[in-house]
């Protein structure tokens, strides 16, 4: 994978009197960036023609990022409901929000599905697209956690941020994975994105139908795992074994990046390659290194700032993958979060808990920031709207009209 040299800034961008990500050479890499996806599994085969018949009835005048977006908002929405139906992981969903999760995770995997062939059906397939695609993908593991969690019922431990570390960790590496190939593989034989999503569905429709007082118990209940020592809820073994799952896909992901590195730059490439992983690493470290009690206090804030750290970091990957630019192993948003983890285990904990809150409402708006900043510059290069079939009318031909 060739890579350009990124111009000094934040996030591997300038700061030239403005905020910039992109450097001139990456704007033109992704403005000729080809997609290439990994295998169909059968069940994605046997969806397509259903999910190519909804992309012939949408609006001809619908923007395809407009479908993703539409998509995502129902899932943000069941996000703030189950927040405050159980914000400390513990307390089975009513059978309504078990429905409305169902419904709106079956609902964005329908239009996350539909939109490249809206986009391929109206002409405008886009560089800008596919960011937009993979970025909301990847926003929404933050959501499919919460789902998962909310019907598995894990509560203040530890496990409740593992799975979620599992999860997004597995999509880091992924990109990576494509940053290094040039391949983006969605699955690995007859098991890939859509069948765990189904799974995730699966498992809310359980929680609607059975009822909160069926799904309190079940995932309650002390069980004896093989790989421990000791008992842990049904829903926390659950989690463990997602865990599990995910560190066998990671590895072999791992294996064959590398493999593919080795064939093509030597022995000289590993290094590079694996500098890239330093900061899902240090990541994983200190989430793993928050005091329980203080878990225990603001298990919904933690998850929350934590998966927004995930999710930017994923999101740097996937840009600087498309622009051929080197993704930053230096990663200066992850300085805060290692204080609070120190403030967690030396100051008081209603102080560490309010300066939590105030970083993750900063984190927040830069990660806001930063999107807009890339949209931007993706419009200005492809003379594009993000959410609009028309097209930019650039300064040059305006000047020879």
Not at 150 to 176: D, K, N
Not at 223 to 234: L, T, V, Y
Request: proline content about 6%.
């Amino acid at each position: 994978c060739l890579r350009a040299p990124a111009r000094t800034g934040v996030g591997g961008g300038a700061m030239t009197g403005h905020l910039s990500v992109l450097s001139e050479s990456g704007l033109g890499h992704i403005a000729s960036h080809q997609y290439k996806p990994g295998k169909y599994t059968p069940l994605d085969l046997a969806l397509n023609p259903f999910w190519a018949r909804l992309a012939e009835v949408l609006p001809s005048w619908l923007a395809p990022n407009l479908v993703t977006l539409l998509g995502w908002f129902p899932l943000a929405f069941t996000y703030a409901l189950a927040w405050s139906a159980s914000p400390f992981f513990d307390t089975a969903p009513p059978r309504w929000l078990a429905f409305t999760t169902t419904a709106s995770l079956y609902f964005y995997q329908t239009m996350d599905a539909v939109d490249g062939k809206q986009a391929r059906r109206t002409g405008s397939s886009s560089p800008l697209g596919q960011l937009f695609d993979h970025g909301c993908d990847c926003l929404t593991c933050i959501s499919q956690h919460s789902a998962g969690a909310m019907v598995l019922i894990p509560g203040t431990s530890m496990w409740t941020m593992v799975g979620m570390a599992a999860l997004q960790t597995g999509f880091f590496v992924a990109q990576w994975q494509e940053y290094h190939t040039g391949v983006l593989r969605t699955s690995f034989g007859p098991v890939g994105v859509t069948e765990t999503q189904f799974v995730l569905m699966a498992l809310s429709l359980y929680a609607g139908l059975a009822g909160p007082e069926v799904v309190q118990a079940t995932f309650s209940a002390q069980i004896q795992p093989p790989w421990a020592s000791g008992p842990f809820g049904a829903g926390a073994v659950c989690i463990q074994g997602w865990t599990i799952f995910v560190t066998i896909l990671v590895a072999m992901c791992l294996y064959k990046t590398l493999s593919h590195v080795l064939a093509e730059k030597g022995a000289s490439g590993l290094l590079p390659a694996l500098q890239d992983l330093i900061p899902i690493v240090v990541l994983n470290v200190l989430l793993l290194s928050w005091p329980a009690e203080f878990f225990a206090h603001a298990p919904r804030t933690l998850c929350l700032l934590t998966g927004l750290l995930f999710f930017y970091l994923t999101a740097q990957m996937i840009l600087f993958s498309m622009a051929k630019m080197y993704f930053p192993v230096v990663q200066f948003m992850l300085m805060p979060y290692a204080v609070l983890v120190l403030l967690a285990h030396f100051v008081p904990e209603p102080l560490a808990y309010k300066a939590l809150v105030a970083w993750a409402a900063v984190f927040g708006c830069w990660v806001l920031l930063w999107l807009s900043t890339v949209i931007e510059e993706l419009k200005r290069k492809l003379g594009i709207y993000a959410f609009s079939l028309a097209k930019k009318v650039s300064s040059e031909d305006s000047k020879s009209k």
